[in-house]
């Protein structure tokens, strides 16, 4: 008889704490009217928080499915414009399946070796007005932030004729550019519930961008999209910012002892603006991610040949932190 461990999930960035009571409760309010496909009253009153909460009108924000289907539907208006598609390299891969399958062709533009920072003059060679840049800030999987000052951001919008600012892990960095969708036509910043407010089951997401921008992406997505639990379960955790905020200050708090740790043993983990540690291996990420899967400790590795020798840790509960710390540990030993 075969016994399977019980996995420890470090690997897809998900929140280690639980979503507030608040969530629990306002799902359960709308639960008895599943039978509309809308709830005027809800979908108001969620879009009054967001856009307190954002700190602009609402006519700046627009609500999806999860981040991903609000990348999608920016995906979809490039394509609707003719625009090529460039990222930099390593990010987000997730993108390039969302890209495929929208028949969308994309470029990348590398960042610099071991510090994965922007080469501003390689952006400078490769934009032009007929290029959208897709930019995830902090940077997943390499935890740092890309920028965090004006001038990179107003380089990048004189140089391309879009920019798409993934600000998924926005509440761990402090750091946004949401502001400048005031000012800009060619802007559209993307975050999601499911880092921060620990809702990532709910799949909530919301796109920020000039008006005329947001109608666009409004377009490029299908009516009734978002759940009504999962759009009650976003208004609860936007009923209890407070405790989003607690939960940000113990992850980050679990995240630097995690690295101190893994500091500890030898390894590179560049310091982190997110809820995950990206780690320099002296072997191929993958087998490291194997090895601790078999003591039950579940990892991200990677095939690209530019991140091989590194894994992706998503910061977990200090017990769970504490045995993957072991694991790799015994790991180290045996190499």
């Given amino acids: 008889m075969v016994v399977e461990l019980e996995q420890v999930r470090m690997h897809l960035n998900e929140s280690a704490f639980e979503p507030s009571r608040l969530v629990a409760e306002y799902v359960a ?29 609402e006519e700046y924000v627009s609500t999806f499915p999860s981040s991903t289907e609000a990348l999608n539907a920016a995906i979809r ?22 890209v495929r399958m929208e028949g969308v062709d994309i470029g990348f533009i590398q960042l610099t070796p071991e510090n994965f920072e922007l080469d501003l003059v390689k ?28 001038d ?23 750091y946004t550019v949401a502001d400048f ?24 997401g919301y796109a920020i961008a000039s008006q005329e921008l947001t109608q666009r992406l409004m377009e490029n997505t299908p009516m009734f999209s978002i759940a009504t ?38 390894l590179y983990a560049p ?10 291996t002296p072997i191929p990420g993958r087998y490291i991610a194997k090895q601790l899967a078999q003591r039950g400790i ?16 998503s910061v977990s509960r200090k017990e769970n932190n504490l045995a993957f710390i072991n694991a790799l540990s015994d790991i180290l030993k045996t190499l």
């Avoid at 060619?186 to 880092?195: A, C, D, E, G, M």
């Fill in 29 to 57: 309010k709308y639960i008895s009217k599943l039978n509309l496909y809308s709830i005027e009253e809800l979908e108001r009153e969620f879009t009054r928080k967001l856009s307190s909460y954002v700190g602009l009108p």
């Fill in 77 to 98: 208006y490039i394509r609707s414009r003719g625009l090529r598609l460039v990222t930099v390299w390593p990010s987000f891969h997730g993108l390039l399946d969302q």
């Fill in 123 to 150: 952006l400078a060679r490769e934009g032009s007005p007929d290029k959208a840049l897709y930019l995830p800030n902090p940077n997943n999987p390499t935890s740092n932030l890309l920028f965090n000052d004006k």
């Fill in 152 to 174: 990179t951001l107003e380089f990048l919008l004189r140089r391309f004729g879009l920019v798409i600012v993934d600000e998924a892990y926005y509440e761990f960095s402090g």
């Fill in 181 to 204: 969708v005031r000012e800009v036509d060619n802007l559209i910043v993307v975050r999601t519930f499911s880092k921060a407010f620990s809702i990532a089951g709910a799949r909530v």
């Fill in 229 to 266: 639990p999962s759009l009650a379960a976003a208004l609860g955790a936007l009923e209890d910012i407070d405790y989003m905020k607690k939960v940000v200050e113990k992850t980050i708090k679990l995240r630097d002892d995690l690295r101190k740790e893994v500091l500890g043993l030898g």
């Fill in 271 to 280: 310091v982190s603006k997110t809820n995950f540690l990206f780690i320099k």
């Fill in 298 to 313: 579940r990892v991200r590795g990677y095939d690209f040949e530019e991140i091989r020798n590194y894994v992706r840790v």
